[in-house]
């Protein structure tokens, strides 16, 4: 991706791992967030949500914490992928309330929530927007939510902060960049077309019926996000310990595209 021409016709959908947490957890991170790519808008951000197998004996944040130190080395927690603000959520937890379960890193969601909810392992890290079908279902309890305030989505769950944990704010969001060099009319364009796109309608119903929140706005309101979410990661990151040697991509990857 950073290598491609900036001729407008290529741009990526950026994950808030690849941009604000990536630089952390990889030695040898081939690309700078903030130096290599022009940073266009912010599609849309979503939160998490402390996950657990209804077999579980804790019925809130409380109890589970107790349970947890009572169980010492035996738990797991599932995210959907290695270096992810789902990942990092565990390791603040770890951290804030003196536990040490072990991450179990998975390739993406699905795999999560069936080793979840077949009782595999005790405790995911989800999105909002993939929690609440479980929830419904009664196919998991939710103990916690991580943005400021709580949840639309889940209105009955309290957040991290409600209950104490002040400094377990998580949030990912989805942003549109592209190589730097872009003439910044063409940049302008870009921006203006993704905002009435992110406007629409149609488009806002999708985002909210997967448990995202739609946002647009200016480049400079994205670039400033991402400075943000660095300095938050970044403290996490640190404070877990974790720290991969490199980013791997499948073979047919690595031959067409640099990892971005």
């Known amino acids: 991706m950073r290598t491609a021409p900036p001729d407008g016709y290529t741009l990526l959908l950026a ?3 690849m941009i604000a947490i990536y630089p952390w957890v990889y030695r040898n991170l ?10 266009i ?7 998490l949500a402390m996950n657990a197998h209804p077999g579980v004996q804790a019925n809130n944040l409380k109890e589970f914490i107790d349970w947890a130190k009572s169980q010492e080395g035996k738990l797991s927690f599932a995210s959907y992928g290695q270096g992810t603000p789902s990942h990092f959520l565990g390791e603040m937890l770890n951290q804030a309330a003196g536990l040490h379960m072990t991450h179990v890193p998975h390739r993406g969601s699905p795999p999560a929530r069936q080793d979840l909810t077949g009782g595999q ?3 995911f890290f989800d999105t909002v927007g993939g929690t609440v079908m479980y929830f419904r279902a009664g196919r998991a309890k939710v103990y916690a939510t991580s943005g400021l305030k709580r949840s ?13 944990y002040k400094d377990m704010i998580a949030s990912a969001w989805f942003a549109f960049v592209v190589p730097r060099g872009l ?4 940049a302008q364009k870009l921006n203006q077309a993704f905002n009435r796109a992110i406007a629409s309608r ?3 119903q999708q985002f909210l019926a997967n ?6 706005g200016t480049s400079q309101e994205l670039f400033a996000t991402i400075k943000s979410d660095m300095a938050r990661w970044e403290k996490a990151v640190k404070a877990s310990g974790f720290q991969a040697q490199r980013l791997s991509l499948p073979p047919k990857e690595k031959a067409r595209r640099a990892p971005a």
């Open 152 to 164: 639309p989505f889940l209105p009955d769950v309290p957040t991290f902060v409600e209950l104490g």
């Open 202 to 204: 149609e488009v806002r």
């Open 211 to 216: 448990g995202m929140y739609p946002l647009g």
């Open 30 to 39: 081939n690309y700078d967030p903030l130096k290599d790519f022009m940073h």
């Open 183 to 186: 003439p910044e009319a063409v």
């Open 41 to 47: 808008v912010n599609a849309a951000s979503f939160e």
């Open 121 to 123: 392992i005790p405790v």
């Open 15 to 17: 994950t808030c791992a």
